[in-house]
């Protein structure tokens, strides 16, 4: 098989099942999508700020239509979420000056063209491109994990990066192709407070999941195998990689670059106590109901690819056991996930 058809085959497989677990049920994004709306609630005075910047140059407003897209939106409550916020501003600000609003839906990868040359005011993405176009290379000697992790090798660790480099930098190339001169581009993604990939902040809940799995390769559930063959396309940057993947791009300049926390259960609201866990918020059910809260949001997003590898027989028996483990965790120490916000303007 030539090498490029062979790059596309792993990349069609990566798409077909690298989507949120779908429907309204239990176990379904849509139900279990609170902590994406707090990142993006946490990020909107930073996205509105970017929008009034716009409205400043009353050129983009002069045009038959203000054209903004919203990559990786998914489903559920938050699919319109950021267009509604910035429809609003907007109005806010240039009154009766806008007309009416429509809104279509554009299917296919951000890792390929999906607009027209020129055609894009202004393009969102939150918490998307933290997944990969395709699981990277080189990555034989993780075994026994899923995702980096504190027994990774370097090499495993600069596979991770060198991939996220390559599809972050494809993800510039192709939005500078789509947005007009001086456009916007606003991106919200998780990552990592600290330089080192193998940092704790960066694979400790995603641990967990390989630790449920060894288990169950005790227990003869799962062979060690299907363990060594799979490993999440997804990676966390630090604020440094993504600022010099851009610099080094140059088709962009950054606006603004801030950083905040958002605690992995949606439901608690505490950001002053990292020490101990704030079970106030939940009262009698305390930690049962983050570590349900917690463990509902990874199965929401990682089942489908789990499912696809390993099967659907094993899979509630494997949310059971990482459901306990997340309690185990969060009982000594509260989880937050680092998130960067960056504002772009096309050069």
């Not at 098989?1 to 690298?18: C, S, Y």
């Not at 902590?35 to 009034?52: D, G, N, T, V, Y």
Request: glycine residues 4%; charged residues 20%.
């Amino acid at each position: 098989m030539p090498e490029q058809l062979g790059q596309r085959t792993i990349k069609m497989a990566t798409i077909n099942v690298q989507h949120m677990n779908d429907g309204n049920g239990d176990s379904s994004y849509a139900s279990n999508s609170f902590l994406q709306e707090h990142a993006i609630r946490r990020a909107l005075p930073f996205l509105k700020h970017a929008i009034k910047d716009m409205a400043n140059h009353d050129a983009f407003f002069k045009n038959d239509c203000f054209m903004i897209a919203d990559l990786g939106c998914s489903s559920g409550m938050n699919t319109l979420l950021v267009a509604s916020n910035i429809i609003n501003t907007v109005h806010e600000d240039q009154g009766e000056n806008i007309g009416g609003c429509f809104v279509s839906a554009v299917p296919g990868s951000f890792y390929d063209r999906l607009f027209p040359d020129k055609s894009l005011h202004f393009v969102h993405s939150s918490y998307s491109i933290q997944w990969l176009s395709q699981v990277p290379e080189g990555l034989e000697s993780n075994k026994l994990n899923l995702y980096i992790s504190k027994t990774s090798s370097l090499n495993v660790l600069q596979a991770y990066g060198k991939q996220f480099h390559t599809d972050f930098t494809k993800f510039l190339e192709l939005r500078y192709e789509e947005i007009v001169c001086g456009g916007h581009m606003f991106i919200t993604l998780p990552g990592r407070s600290k330089a080192d990939p193998a940092s704790d902040d960066c694979w400790s809940l995603w641990d967990l999941l390989t630790k449920s799995l060894l288990e169950m390769l005790k227990e003869e559930l799962i062979r060690e195998s299907d363990i060594n063959s799979f490993n999440f396309p997804f990676y966390l940057p630090c604020e440094d990689e993504v600022r010099n993947i851009i610099q080094d791009n140059g088709s962009f300049s950054v606006d603004n670059m801030n950083v905040y926390e958002v605690n992995w259960d949606p439901d608690d609201t505490d950001y002053t106590n990292m020490d101990d866990l704030n079970l106030e918020h939940n009262h009698n059910q305390g930690i049962n109901a983050t570590t349900k809260n917690t463990s509902k949001v990874i199965r929401a997003i990682t089942e489908p690819m789990l499912t696809s590898h390993f099967g659907s027989s094993i899979i509630d028996v494997l949310y059971k056991k990482y459901e306990k483990h997340v309690e185990e965790h969060l009982a000594t120490k509260k989880t937050r996930q680092f998130t960067i916000v960056i504002s772009l303007t096309k050069k």
